[in-house]
């Protein structure tokens, strides 16, 4: 039998964690809506995900109601592991918000909030369930079964399909073969190495990473980024560094990338700005400056990220 094992979290007698990204789930979200509703939460590891490693998946009343900040998502495994169950099931109570009525009319979005303090996670239950497998018999059969000869039957008539079967299944292979052709084109594509631009490469990842120390900011331990770090997104670049921004959040990290061609960099800005539609818990905040493009995590303050910028626009 297979084991599951659930937490029932300690009521901590108030809502401190918010659930982010419930913009994408108001379809379930208003199904099951009341004002001041309470319910129970489900906090599922989205082990898969491949936005956030540490993606931590909230289940209301079996759907999805959104996910856990990224800074969250990483404190509370942390805290489960610490508690001796890295990859249990956590169950908390929650409450509905927003959904009301605004001035102008229009409905707030409806929003839910956690009964769980990840800087004191309490299990108040541990529940186990186990979910039964299919076993197969492995007794041999005794009973003796007569057999019929059989009478070979004459060779069926081989048919045409129907002209619209033809053309489903036409299209159908049209679509397979597109899809094949973008996803190797897009492959061969992420391996070219663009040419450099005229007059475009002008600064090092080094020198900016100098010029944020000169000026106090945090840069902890700069590490040059590996190809394992590229995909056919974030453009490769011989020239890449990230660094740790401990005071802002847990894991935080900065990235400065020095491309040398337009085409390069402005592919890796879409790429976080359409990361960012997935939900606000995706968000970066991204510099540019010549040839340089600064990204950091949307879970730095607003304050905080901004002196980095107008650092990195001051230098001559």
Known sequence: MAEEIFL?????????????????YQEHLEEIFAEDY???????????????????EVEVEWGT??????????????????????????VCGCKFI?????????????????????????????????????????EPITQAVPVEKSVPSAPREKRPLPAGCRTFLFIILGIILLCGLFFIGSAVFAKIKMPASPDFQKWTSQQIIAEFQAAGLEIGAPVSLTSEDFNMFIRK???????????ACEGCRG?????????????????YENLAKGGNWLHSWLFIKDNILIQMPGDIPEEKALRYQ????SIE
């Open 8 to 24: 029932h979290f300690k009521s901590t007698g108030g809502f401190p964690t918010e659930v982010k990204g419930e913009s994408h």
């Open 38 to 56: 309470e319910t129970e939460a489900t906090l599922i590891l989205d082990n898969f995900n491949e936005y956030d490693e540490n993606a931590v």
């Open 65 to 90: 109601a959104g996910y856990l900040s990224r800074s969250d998502a990483k404190k509370y495994r942390k805290a489960i592991a610490k508690l001796g169950y890295p990859d249990a099931v956590g």
């Open 98 to 138: 927003g959904g009301y009525e605004k001035d102008d009319g229009k409905i707030a979005s409806i929003g839910v909030v956690l009964d769980l303090d990840l800087n004191v996670l309490q299990i108040e239950e541990v529940e186990i369930k186990e979910h039964k497998t299919q076993e197969v018999s492995k």
């Open 237 to 247: 670049t011989d020239d890449a560094k990230f660094y740790f921004i401990p005071s």
């Open 255 to 271: 990235r400065v990338f020095a491309y040398s061609n337009k085409t390069d960099l402005n592919l890796t800005k879409s790429y």
């Open 310 to 313: 107008q650092v990195l626009e």
